[in-house]
């Protein structure tokens, strides 16, 4: 008796068979991969000195007294940060998006901060440091995540 599949089905059912084979492999292989956050290196970091405008009439405005505003920084969208220590609120990092008319504390950060920088290609990657760590922001300063202390194995050669 003679079977209905020549010598080539076969060979082609059985070609298709490792073909399915291996690609179920790979789908398998490819959900165990991690995928990597994007890599930004530090020459991407803008660090830049912003000059706190001196008060008076031609600026239309006056710091309080008694208050402690360092590391004035600016996106490249013109929003400004800052750390402030207002006796009004315990939260220290304020943005303005109006050039300085009017300030709103952001990301409810309570710690004192030692440093500010924003990506100049992404002015919605906000980062502070502290004495203890690095935040970063990738919503323009509304939420924050601690970075962890050896990004990448720092330190591992």
């Known amino acids: 008796m003679t079977s209905p599949f020549s010598d080539i089905t076969i060979v082609t059912l059985a070609k298709m068979k490792v073909t399915l084979r291996l690609l179920f492999l790979l789908i398998l292989i490819s959900s165990w991969v991690a995928v990597f956050p994007q890599t930004h290196y530090a020459s991407d970091l803008k660090w830049s000195k912003i000059n ?7 600026g239309y405005w006056a710091l309080a007294p008694g208050s402690d505003v360092r590391h004035l920084t600016q996106a490249s969208d013109g929003t400004l940060y800052c750390y402030a220590n207002p006796a009004a609120t315990s939260y220290r990092l304020f ?6 008319s009017r300030w709103s504390y952001t990301g409810r950060v309570e710690d004192s901060i030692v440093d500010i920088a924003v990506l100049r290609d992404n002015p919605k990657l906000v980062y502070y440091a502290t004495f203890s760590g690095v935040f970063k922001s990738s919503d323009g300063g509304t939420t924050f995540t601690l970075l962890a202390a050896n990004p990448g194995g720092s330190g591992l050669g």
Do not use: M, R
């Open 52 to 58: 706190i405008p001196s008060e008076g009439v031609g």
């Open 95 to 100: 943005k303005s998006i109006d050039g300085g």
